[in-house]
């Protein structure tokens, strides 16, 4: 392995120590070498979330700014989030039909899912009456507070 990939790779094990001594749930920190080399690097405790390092050449001082391109991402302004750290579980048992669907109706105060936190099973209303037009969350998914888990207009 080349000297900077070294450096990098034991950058990212102390950042995976300070994740699990402090018992954060995720860190993102940006670096630049000597040779404007840019390492970002994400650490997650989530279950699918992986150490990713990315090396990209750092922008010219004077360059301008590149627009963003548009996001593919959905409109959340009628999303409901989680009121919660826990695990997100679509369905009341394994097996079983899930709570709803996408396209379903659904009234004000109709339970949507339950999230697990700390071996509690806590049912989880719609805030309003509606349809669900997306479901954010897979089943026996972590989340976080604030996390997204479906859309219902």
């Avoid at 860190?27 to 390092?53: D, G, Y």
């Avoid at 972590?142 to 479906?150: D, R, S």
């Amino acid at each position: 392995m080349s000297k900077n990939v070294d450096k990098d790779v034991a950058f990212v094990r102390a950042l995976a120590k300070l994740l699990q001594e402090h018992e954060l749930t995720e860190i993102e920190v940006e670096r630049e070498n000597p040779e404007n080399i840019k390492l970002k690097v994400r650490l997650s405790r989530a279950a699918t979330a992986a150490a990713t390092p990315v090396q990209v050449p750092a922008p010219a001082p004077a360059a301008a700014p590149e627009p963003a391109a548009p996001a593919d991402e959905p409109d959340l302004s009628n999303a409901l989030t989680s009121p919660m750290v826990g695990t997100a579980f679509l369905s009341s048992e394994p097996g079983t039909a899930p709570f709803v669907k996408v396209g379903d109706t659904v009234s004000e105060g109709q339970t949507v899912l339950i999230i697990e936190a700390m071996k509690t099973m806590n049912q989880i209303p719609s805030p309003r009456a509606g349809t669900v037009r997306q479901i954010l969350v897979a089943n026996a998914e972590p989340v976080e507070f604030g996390h997204p888990l479906m859309i219902i207009d």
